[in-house]
């Protein structure tokens, strides 16, 4: 990974840290890009990579000519929830575009771990697997958020950006799959955390090439189960 994703890395981590700690309130005004890089001693490159990553989670939101503020509390339900839930076709088509990408972060993310991204990875994946089963919006929430971690440390700030444009699509698949799928497969958030560990483990070896195929294994399981289900419903 680049200098620059690292640096970025630790400002956003830093940020988050605070964010969860409540010294940036809901709904409260970040410092300005020029603060945090005076605070930091990084670029404006490298805060903005921090904030996109940020914002990708959905714990910040940028309002055009006022600034950058953390979400409040009851943000993230609409943020997905704008369009039916229910929409399948809709769901498998983003799969089908996030396993191109994605299975090319894994790949890169396996070449270029490093000690830091390793270590946010294994955090994700301890919050996913810690993850109330009763709650669907804390699994959607969880399971993105280890998602993105990949992205990250692909170490191009390409995959993080591009996959920020899918935030809602992405959170609509997941939520149809924990709302719906999943409440009718009592193992179905087992099976995915086994896989999301599989994946972590390849990344942590450096084994690019299993760390892409099985990301293409867990992406490709929830496309054939949206395949089945709109054979359904057009027989319907």
């Given at each position: 990974m680049n200098a620059s994703g690292n640096l970025s890395e630790n400002v956003a981590d830093e940020l988050l840290r605070r964010i969860q700690?409540?010294?940036?309130?809901?709904?409260?005004?970040?410092?300005?890009?020029?603060?945090?890089?005076?605070?930091?001693?990084?670029?404006?490159?490298?805060?903005?990579?921090?904030?996109?990553?940020?914002?990708?989670?959905?714990?910040?939101?940028?309002?055009?000519?006022?600034?950058?503020?953390?979400?409040?509390?009851?943000?993230?339900?609409?943020?997905?929830?704008?369009?039916?839930?229910?929409?399948?076709?809709?769901?498998?088509?983003?799969?089908?575009?996030?396993?191109?990408v994605e299975t090319q972060a894994a790949f890169l993310a396996a070449q270029r771990k490093t000690a830091q991204s390793l270590a946010h990875l294994y955090?994700?994946?301890?919050?996913?697997?810690?993850?109330?089963?009763?709650?669907?919006?804390?699994?959607?929430?969880?399971?993105?958020?280890?998602?993105?971690?990949?992205?990250?440390?692909?170490?191009?700030?390409?995959?993080?950006?591009?996959?920020?444009?899918?935030?809602?699509?992405?959170?609509?698949?997941?939520f149809l799959k924990y709302a719906k799928i999943s409440r009718s497969l009592p193992a179905y958030l087992d099976n995915t955390k086994k896989e999301h560990q599989a994946i972590l483990e390849a990344i942590s070896r450096g084994n690019a090439e299993q760390a892409q195929k099985l990301m293409r294994r867990h992406l490709e399981g929830s496309l054939n189960r949206y395949r089945k289900l709109l054979e359904v419903k057009i027989r319907d």
């Open positions: 700690a409540k010294t940036y309130m809901p709904g409260e005004k970040l410092p300005s890009t020029a603060v945090l890089c005076t605070e930091f001693d990084v670029s404006r490159t490298v805060v903005r990579e921090a904030i996109a990553s940020l914002k990708l989670g959905g714990r910040i939101v940028t309002r055009q000519g006022a600034g950058t503020f953390v979400t409040t509390e009851d943000r993230w339900v609409p943020h997905f929830l704008a369009t039916p839930i229910d929409d399948v076709r809709a769901a498998l088509e983003i799969l089908e575009l996030r396993i191109g955090q994700m994946h301890a919050q996913f697997v810690a993850v109330d089963t009763r709650d669907p919006e804390m699994e959607v929430r969880a399971d993105l958020d280890f998602h993105l971690a990949i992205a990250r440390a692909a170490g191009n700030p390409r995959f993080p950006a591009f996959l920020g444009h899918l935030v809602s699509d992405i959170s609509r698949d997941l």
